[in-house]
């Protein structure tokens, strides 16, 4: 969450920041709120300190042999309007609270402004788009034609967005998750993790999920949320925890399933599986140093773009500007992957450092030196990749003109020597 002593100290310059992501912050009302917040805390203060002089007037009566009862009323009435003065101040926490769980991260500097993903920037690009001497098929058709994808028999079984996967390409979305995994964890530098998939709301409300996103989370009837990302549970093992500086970074990784409502999403992308309520992907999570977050950032993202170079699959890398980044996010590089079925680019990986927004809920900290007060860490994410999507690129960018799908060299060692799915 947002530092509210950037709200208490810098109300103004703050407000106009949040406005570049969109968010209007209402100034008049934080400052209403802040000074009946100071006036209870006050309040509070001047009440306990009269009825510890008044308890003490009481003592003092008795050794006197004057009749203490007056002060024993004014003990019980102090202590009648210090209970109603706690109750005050706790429902202004409460309020104070509430805005500051919904109010987004602050941009860094660098990041762009805009209004909406028509303003972000590109930043490289990698690879020419794939060309072929046929008219190429997109995943569905593909999928189709080779008894691949299932879309009917999934609605059937749990309704729409979800797809069954059969056959080769089962197995070529089990290979590309295990060639990621193995990539992050001999090359890159993660330890890899298994982790739940059912979450408790501490655990949604420590990352970001809760409670601004409860719409878009799938809920059991005993409150446990089906993870949206494996970044949940990576980002949370850490929670109310001092690390030791010296065993930062720690670098996380997972594959999972993740499962999202798309409750915004009503009637976009409904063909196909990019999309879907229940998807896969490895995620890679660093908590780092805040001196460090910025090139952690980089180098992460650059980890999950050496996926798609090793795959020989044409990508482009941008910056999302101020108006289209994710809410707990301070700056985010999105890497789009070239679909030749739509003959455009599509979102295959979002990589950002959320700064201290996580940690600040999370209450992760580290400890300089022994002794010294803890710091809030930084945290990062990003998909090291969306493994649907990727299944999705490699179809396409692989297929050949009778529909068959030539394996990437480098997946080729998983498959036994296997050069051509059919």
């Given at each position: ?125 990698w690879g020419e788009p794939t060309e072929f001497d046929f008219q190429p098929k997109d995943h569905v058709d593909l999928g189709v034609k080779n008894n691949w994808l299932d879309a009917e028999n999934a609605a059937k079984l749990s309704g729409s967005r979800f797809t069954v996967l059969s056959g080769s390409i089962a197995r070529l979305q089990r290979v590309l998750a295990q060639f990621m995994l193995d990539t992050h964890t001999q090359k890159n530098g993660y330890k890899e993790c298994y982790v739940p998939f059912l979450v408790n709301e501490a655990t949604m409300t420590g990352s970001g999920q809760l409670p601004k ?210």
């Amino acid at each position: 969450m947002l530092d509210p002593q950037l709200l208490r100290n810098d109300l103004e310059e703050t407000a106009k920041t949040l406005a570049t992501r969109g968010y209007q912050l209402d100034v008049d009302a934080w400052k209403e709120l802040e000074e009946q917040r100071k006036h209870y805390q006050v309040l509070q203060e001047n009440l306990q300190n009269q009825r510890t002089v008044v308890s003490k007037s009481i003592g003092q009566a008795k050794a006197k042999g004057e009749d203490a009862q007056p002060l024993f009323d004014k003990v019980k009435q102090i202590g009648e309007e210090l209970s109603e003065a706690k109750q005050k101040f706790e429902e202004i926490q409460q309020e104070v609270a509430k805005i500051v769980y919904y109010t987004p991260n602050l941009p860094l500097k660098d990041v762009p402004v805009g209004k909406d993903e028509s303003e972000n920037v590109e930043v490289r690009k990698w690879g020419e788009p794939t060309e072929f001497d046929f008219q190429p098929k997109d995943h569905v058709d593909l999928g189709v034609k080779n008894n691949w994808l299932d879309a009917e028999n999934a609605a059937k079984l749990s309704g729409s967005r979800f797809t069954v996967l059969s056959g080769s390409i089962a197995r070529l979305q089990r290979v590309l998750a295990q060639f990621m995994l193995d990539t992050h964890t001999q090359k890159n530098g993660y330890k890899e993790c298994y982790v739940p998939f059912l979450v408790n709301e501490a655990t949604m409300t420590g990352s970001g999920q809760l409670p601004k996103f409860a719409d878009d989370a799938f809920i059991t009837t005993d409150d446990k949320y089906l993870i949206p990302t494996a970044e949940v549970p990576l980002t949370n093992l850490y929670a109310d925890t001092i690390i030791a500086a010296d065993d930062l970074p720690i670098k996380l990784t997972a594959h999972t399933p993740c499962f999202r409502k798309e409750a915004g999403s009503y009637g976009k992308d409904t063909r196909g599986m990019i999309r879907q309520h229940q998807f896969e992907k490895v995620e890679l999570v660093q908590i780092v140093h805040p001196e460090s977050s910025e090139q952690a950032l980089e180098e992460m993202t650059a980890c999950a773009e050496g996926i798609l170079k090793a795959l020989q699959i044409p990508f482009r890398t941008i910056v999302l500007c101020t108006g289209d980044m994710g809410f707990g996010s301070a700056k985010t590089y999105d890497i789009e992957v070239w679909l030749p079925g739509e003959n455009k680019y599509r979102e295959i990986s979002s990589c950002s450092t959320c700064t201290d927004f996580q940690a600040r809920r999370m209450k992760t900290r580290f400890r300089e030196n022994e002794g010294e007060k803890p710091q809030l860490v930084h945290t990062l994410n990003g998909s090291g990749l969306a493994v649907g999507r990727c299944l999705i690129a490699v179809m396409e960018n692989y297929q050949n003109e009778d529909g068959s799908i030539t394996i990437p060299e480098v997946l080729q060692p998983y498959f036994g020597g296997l050069k051509v799915l059919k």
